[in-house]
């Protein structure tokens, strides 16, 4: 039958996306299967990995270098992706349009009047720890920390500040759009279908319906479910048929993702951490202070909410505590007169106590979960490879 395939992949970014395409780099078949009608509506990818939450590390901060990133994202990228290394001419770019990983410092600060922020002296503890890591730290007080902090507004608040060189964010939708069309141009167009519905298995293989039709198909080794929380009815329910204990996230963190207009050109090598907010110089590209209208990235962590409430809208999560915490930012601490907001979205992304993969079928074919497969785009890509290498040992 035409949809035989040796390995079928289920999910809605880019995870499936990367395994999809080592597999067929490695002469792999694969079937594609999507229940959105389109990828990325989900939008379960971040920029950059917020470093809000859990212990800060060595580990953390390494896995969030620029070599870290290129490591896992050149590889199967069909093209160029640019680096930019902290300063902001673009000379010797081979493709200024191409995903960029850029190179920025991150910024802990800490105030004595906040019980948001994390305590001085767990980042004192961090110093010490980097140093070891030769990740070469940096103190700060008063008015040296706030001059670094993207957006800021010279005033006298009294903080400190712990500051680390060289970590990354990237270009995610230029990453994840072309290896969508990539991916899209190398699959037959039968084998890459969205709006999956009805997804069970029957022996040696699977069925579904797709635009009102029930098709099936036959997989040769086995299927791997990326589990993100737009699967998680199904995967939750599957399990339950297959009397299957399931291996569950701690929960799932509601992210608002703001734009608002800068009243102060933001400096591009900066990411500062304020509360539950990361703050960084919005741009495509590298970054550069001469943008005609400079804009300002917030990240703001919301609640953290249980399995059964992420089918909820998720424009529910936005409150008052929201405003509340921009009003914290942009007036108290960034000491703007006024402030636009350009655009909001939200996200739902999972949080794992580790990545085991488990299965949620007693028999052939084999059905992978594979969980941490959003969140920051370098990690997603990280366990999407991860999740293939099984796969091709084999081949």
């Not at 229940?35 to 580990?59: N, V």
């Not at 699977?206 to 699967?231: C, E, N, Q």
Request: glycine share 6%; proline share 8%; charged share 25%.
């Amino acid at each position: 039958m035409p949809l035989d395939s040796d390995v079928a992949i289920l999910g809605t970014g880019v995870a499936s996306l990367a395994a999809a395409n080592l597999l067929i780099s490695q002469g792999i078949s694969v079937l594609l299967l999507n229940p959105d009608r389109d990828f990325f509506l989900e939008d379960s990818e971040l920029p950059l990995d917020p470093l809000i939450y859990g212990k800060l590390s060595a580990q953390k901060i390494l896995r969030n270098s620029p070599e870290n990133a290129l490591k896992f994202l050149r590889p199967d990228f069909p093209g160029a992706i640019e680096y930019w290394s902290g300063t902001t001419p673009m000379d010797g770019y081979h493709d200024p349009s191409a995903p960029h990983v850029r190179q920025r410092g991150r910024l802990w600060i800490s105030s004595a009047n906040s019980s948001v922020q994390r305590p001085w002296e767990a980042l004192e503890d961090f110093y010490v720890e980097a140093s070891d890591a030769d990740l070469h730290p940096q103190l700060f007080d008063d008015w040296v920390t706030i001059q670094r902090f993207p957006g800021c507004s010279s005033h006298s608040l009294h903080m400190k500040g712990l500051f680390v060189p060289k970590l990354c964010d990237v270009d995610t939708v230029r990453y994840r759009n072309g290896l969508l069309e990539f991916v899209r141009e190398r699959l037959p167009e039968e084998k890459f279908i969205n709006g999956v519905t009805q997804l069970e298995w029957m022996p040696e293989g699977i069925r579904f319906h797709s635009d009102g039709t029930l098709k099936t198909a036959k997989l040769r080794k086995k299927m791997l479910a990326f589990w993100t929380p737009r699967l998680t009815p199904w995967i939750l329910y599957q399990a339950k048929t297959a009397e299957i204990k399931p291996k569950l996230p701690i929960g799932a963190r509601l992210w608002e993702d703001w734009l608002l207009n800068s009243r102060e050109a933001p400096d591009p090598q900066t990411i500062g951490t304020f509360n539950n907010m990361i703050v960084w110089a919005h741009s495509e590209g590298a970054p550069s202070k001469d943008s005609p209208t400079p804009l300002l990235a917030i990240l703001r962590a919301g609640p953290l909410i249980q399995l059964e409430e992420i089918h909820l809208p998720k424009s529910g999560g936005i409150s008052s505590d929201s405003f509340k915490s921009l009003s914290d930012l942009c007036h108290g601490f960034l000491k703007w007169e006024s402030f636009s907001i350009r655009s909001l979205k939200t996200r739902i992304i999972f949080e794992w106590d580790d990545e085991v993969k488990w299965l949620l079928s007693k028999s052939e074919p084999l059905i992978e979960v594979i969980p941490a497969c959003d969140g920051p785009l370098v990690d997603v890509v990280r366990v999407a490879r991860s999740a293939c290498e099984p796969i091709l040992m084999e081949a």
